[in-house]
């Protein structure tokens, strides 16, 4: 449910795989940190892929299109992230010292591929005017089922104000999701409440959140936390909606 986890020689990180580590989360996820030069070639014969920035300048290239991405991080520039059918090659050629976070899912639609820039992501800042600002944070969703009915995955990036919440109130959903997690300083911490339990955050860790629990989050004061979450649609029940804890549904109305 919850890993703190480790980039290998290769610098790769195994988040979840839909045939190994937390295969309940319906996904592939990976994380990768590359050095100028580098080339990741990314095939899936029947899955879909999106390819998210969060740091470093690299070159996308697939179906005879290329576009040129830079970011100096997720806490001072919005993202970039290309979305790619089953059956789409695609090449990642490194510029500077980069970050990518790719995500993949079984998909039988084939659609057309999608590059998001910064002004093609909707941003929302919640939770300032609420609670006394203790919940403020901005949403950023890059796709969803809005906007991407076709897609089995939704993928987007939360910042949390320092000493905040956020994911709140509490609520859950059918549909598995995952957090991957970055903090502003390298010792940073919050916490991630699932279900009943309680983690502790920090830079690189990553939440595994089963279908049906509640899973708010909170960032400890002076460390502003980030975290890029990718929900996985079930069959018939794409994620439209959160289910808000009955316990706490009285504060919406605060």
Same mark, same amino acid.
């Given at each position: 449910?919850f890993?703190?986890?480790?980039?290998?020689?290769d610098g790769?990180k195994?988040?979840?795989r839909?045939?190994g580590?937390n295969?309940n989360m319906?996904?592939?996820?990976?994380?990768y940190?590359m050095?100028?030069?580098?080339?990741?070639?990314?095939?899936?014969?029947?899955?879909e892929?999106?390819i998210?920035?969060t740091?470093?300048?690299?070159?996308?290239?697939w179906e005879?299109?290329?576009?040129?991405?830079g970011r100096? +991080?997720?806490?001072s520039a919005?993202?970039?992230c290309?979305?790619? #059918?089953?059956?789409?090659?695609? !090449? *990642?050629?490194?510029?500077?010292?980069s970050e990518i976070?790719?995500?993949?899912?079984?998909?039988?639609?084939?659609?057309?591929?999608?590059f998001y820039?910064?002004?093609?992501?909707k941003i929302e800042l919640?939770g300032?005017?609420?609670?006394?600002?203790?919940?403020?944070?901005e949403?950023?969703?890059?796709?969803d089922?809005k906007?991407?009915?076709?897609?089995?995955m939704?993928?987007?990036?939360?910042i949390?104000?320092?000493?905040?919440?956020?994911?709140y109130?509490?609520?859950?959903?059918?549909?598995p999701?995952?957090y991957?997690?970055?903090?502003?300083?390298?010792?940073?911490f +919050?916490?991630?409440?699932?279900?009943e339990?309680?983690?502790?955050t #920090?830079?690189?860790?990553?939440? !595994? *959140?089963p279908?049906?629990?509640?899973?708010?989050q909170?960032?400890?004061p002076?460390?502003?936390?980030?975290?890029?979450w990718?929900?996985?649609?079930?069959?018939?029940?794409p994620?439209?909606a959160r289910?808000?804890?009955p316990l706490?549904?009285?504060l919406?109305?605060?």
């Open positions: 449910m890993d703190c986890l480790a980039f290998d020689q790769k195994v988040v979840s839909m045939d580590i295969s319906l996904m592939d996820i990976t994380v940190r050095k100028k030069g580098d080339i990741l070639n990314i095939y899936e014969s029947s899955k892929t999106a998210l920035l740091e470093g300048k690299i070159t996308y290239q005879g299109r290329t576009e040129t991405a100096s +991080g997720v806490f919005p993202p970039y290309l979305h790619i #059918s089953k059956d789409t090659k695609t !090449s *990642i050629s490194v510029q500077g010292d976070i790719v995500q993949s899912t079984a998909n039988e639609n084939a659609f057309e591929s999608r820039k910064p002004e093609d992501c919640m300032e005017t609420q609670w006394e600002g203790t919940a403020k944070r949403v950023l969703t890059i796709f089922y906007n991407a009915p076709y897609s089995n939704v993928i987007g990036e939360v949390t104000k320092a000493g905040r919440w956020s994911s109130v509490p609520h859950s959903h059918p549909q999701e995952v991957y997690y970055k903090f502003d300083k390298p010792q940073g +919050g916490a991630a409440f699932i279900g339990n309680v983690f502790k #920090s830079d690189g860790s990553a939440a !595994s *959140i279908g049906g629990l509640t899973h708010p909170t960032s400890a002076g460390y502003n936390m980030y975290y890029c990718m929900i996985r649609h079930l069959d018939n029940n994620w439209t289910d808000v804890d706490h549904e009285w919406l109305h605060e």
